[in-house]
């Protein structure tokens, strides 16, 4: 009688392990980077722009932003993670720039904590991303989770993040994988808004990104390994010696966010048989502006980050204004000392060169 209580207290806890662990413990890749460290952009020296002119605005979804910027999902379901999502909120919408939030299962599970995710009265005019488990359609969710989600946060999209390594890790993860893609597709037919698809940290290859376009999702977000890392999270957090070392085994387990993004686009501008151009989102271990331009010269259409907007949002909302404002100032600095005016100017002009 008491089961659906213990899992949702379950689940809340486990919230509140990831803001701690991620806050206080070093949960960083070390063996791996985001890869983006193989290229350089060329200086240009002679830009012939005035800095005041660069237009550092985008489109994504259908929806215009105010930079190539998404406070990446993290949190949500306890009362710490309810003031960090109003805070970065707040952010995004002085900005203009994209947000999602972090699984919402817990609030499917417990109405009562989905105000911690309602952050669309702190901003009205953002692209806001909803957010479930893809491998819950294996453990009866559908389209009626899938709607709810979106309605609670009133979102643009529904992000399906992707997460085989850290459920492996995860005491008592849920890891039945198997026959998702045709649920996926199902889903993505059925839903109202677009679908999103992300991985947590350990990326999305080329082929992988293929399935999923075939299946239906209209972008994808490909959340590299270097920065994270979530095995890293749950070996923390783990039970028993058994899932620490796991943890421990796969800390740096994956594909930079770079060989992601260039496979992907690879494999749409390649073949007779070439995917289309899906809207892409850069995100895993990038940690500044110059990281930001990089991921776009590659080939993303905005950029993704996590970590450094959790740290800043713990800390006060005063702080991630500060974040965004120097993010901001990092990508316009990129542009005008490689000469380039706009981010499409950017993708375009060969600035970034591989150094190996």
Known sequence: MNAPTNIF?????RKADHIRICLEED??????????????????????????????????????LGAPLLISSMTG??????????????????????????????AVEKPQVADT?????????VLLFANLGAVQLNYKYGLDEGLRVVEMLEADALILHINPLQECIQPKGDTNFKGLLDKIHKLCSEMPVPV????????????????????GVAAIDVAGAGGTSWAKVESERAENPLQ????????????????????????STTGVDAAPDVPLIAS?????????????????????????????????????????????????????????????????????????
């Not at 306890?78 to 947000?99: C, D, F, P, S, W």
């Not at 999103?196 to 299946?215: R, Y």
């Not at 776009?296 to 949002?313: E, R, S, V």
Request: aromatic share 6%; net charge neutral; charged share 20%.
């Open 27 to 64: 949960v960083q890749c070390h063996q791996i980077t985001n890869g983006l460290e193989r290229y350089r952009f060329t200086h240009c020296c002679l830009p012939e722009l005035d800095r005041n002119d660069i237009d550092i605005t985008t489109t994504f979804l259908g929806k215009r």
């Open 117 to 125: 995710f309602a952050i669309r009265k702190y901003a009205p005019d």
């Open 244 to 267: 620490r070392r796991l943890g421990r085994t796969f800390a740096d387990w994956g594909l930079t966010t770079a060989e992601c993004i260039t496979s992907i686009k690879a494999m």
């Open 77 to 106: 379901g306890t009362e710490q993670a309810g003031i960090i999502n109003q805070r970065l909120a707040q952010v995004a919408q002085h900005y203009k720039i994209a947000m999602g939030v972090g699984s919402q299962r817990v």
């Open 284 to 356: 895993g271990g990038l940690r500044h502006g110059l990281d930001i331009a990089a991921a776009i010269a590659l080939g993303a259409d905005i950029a993704g980050l996590a970590m450094p907007f959790l740290q800043a949002a713990a800390a006060s909302e005063a702080a991630v204004y500060e974040l965004a404002e120097v993010l901001i100032a990092e990508i316009t600095t990129v542009l005008f000392c490689t000469g380039n005016a706009t981010l499409y100017q950017l993708q375009h002009s060969g600035s970034l060169q591989r150094i190996e």
């Open 196 to 215: 999103i698809a992300k991985e947590v940290g350990n990326g999305i290859s080329g082929a992988i990104a293929e399935k999923l376009i075939a299946a």
């Open 9 to 13: 207290a379950q689940t809340q806890n």
